[in-house]
């Protein structure tokens, strides 16, 4: 693989910290429990749509959500072997542990779409699921629970119709990241062309006090050779804002935000990593998880000093600029002994450590 990064060690301590972008002119572009309608919901819009229509979807570049070009009804065409996936209707409702030609279908729509639903092997698993929560985040513009965890027959019929997703900016960089924080979602392109969209976890936006085991190089153990264990507390917030890639690590990486795979930077410890819990909620300390197995090629997609707009919901990325997060503090409650163990009156963090292999390096893929 050529390496994208140059240098790939770039590091924000020795080179100047980010600052609101300065150069050619922008585009302007402008719980516990839930309702049974809720879970519904995208089924409803979906039924709603298309009792009458076939709808077009374009997830237009200045406008969050997708809108719907109808165009009327046709009659369903003869299906055969080598009839495209979208020329199948679905007979039932698709969900966890489901089998069949029609689940291979549906991953097969998804990655034709690029929402990477990881194996296409006709089995409705994790990362399936993760990508159809990415559909109806960025397509549907649904949030959190309003997202269902399975397909409907009208849900697919709005995915088999014409989806296409345009970026809310053009940089002047080859490649350009989009984040969409209210509807957890992560696009990357080139150019104007989409190369991958998937699910994400962000910043739950609650203060947090925890024992971190830091490598040599992470904020907060930027000169050291040896990882260290101290405690820290932090606000776990994504800033919105206009940033830059700027550095990337490979493998497993501990750090005051807890633990990351194949990390990303892009506003000094925050990073787009892969995590082996990617929730449909808000669940980080403030990076940008994505789906493991995603984290294995994310960097051949990205590269050095490539933009990254993170859309929040409340103002546009270009009014912050390079917003840095809020400085995490060291816990003056922390101690440690000589030994290896540890005692410490820290509170935990309200925001679940992740669990994860302990391989050092992943083989990193070319392609989705």
Known sequence: MSDPFDPEMNDPFTDPPNQPYVGPDFDEVPAPHVPWWIHWRPAMIAAAVFASVVGAVVVEANSGPATVASTTT???????????????????????GAKGEDV????????????????????????????????QGIVLNLKGKEKVDFVTPALWDIMRGNVVIAPRRQPGTPNHAEVYLPEQVLA??????????????????????????????????????????????????????????????????????????????????????????????PASHGCIRIPIFISEYFQDLVNYND??????????????????????????????TTSSTTSTTVPRTTVPRRATTTSSTVPLTTTP
């Open 74 to 96: 046709a009659s369903s065409p003869v299906c055969n072997e080598t009839s495209p996936v979208t020329c199948f209707a679905l007979t039932r409702v698709i969900k966890n």
């Open 104 to 135: 291979r279908r549906l991953q097969l729509r998804l990655k034709e779409l690029k929402f990477d639903p990881g194996k296409v092997d006709g089995i409705f698993g994790g990362d399936t699921r993760m990508a159809v929560w990415a559909f």
């Open 188 to 281: 990357v392109f080139k150019g104007p062309e989409l190369v991958l969209v998937t699910h994400i976890s962000s910043g739950t936006g609650q203060q947090w006090c925890e024992p971190v085991t830091i490598d040599p190089g992470e904020e907060g153990n930027e000169n050291g050779t040896e990882p260290i264990y101290e405690g820290w507390c932090g606000s776990a917030i994504t800033p919105g804002g206009l940033y830059y890639f700027y550095n990337r690590k490979f493998g497993l990486r501990e750090s005051k935000l807890g633990t990351m795979w194949n990390p990303v930077y892009f506003n000094f410890g925050i990073a787009v990593h892969g995590a082996m819990n990617v929730p449909n909620e």
């Open 307 to 336: 933009r990254i707009y993170v859309f929040d919901g409340v103002k546009d990325p270009e009014e912050y600029g390079s917003q840095p997060p809020e400085w995490d503090k060291k816990d003056p409650n922390f101690t440690t």
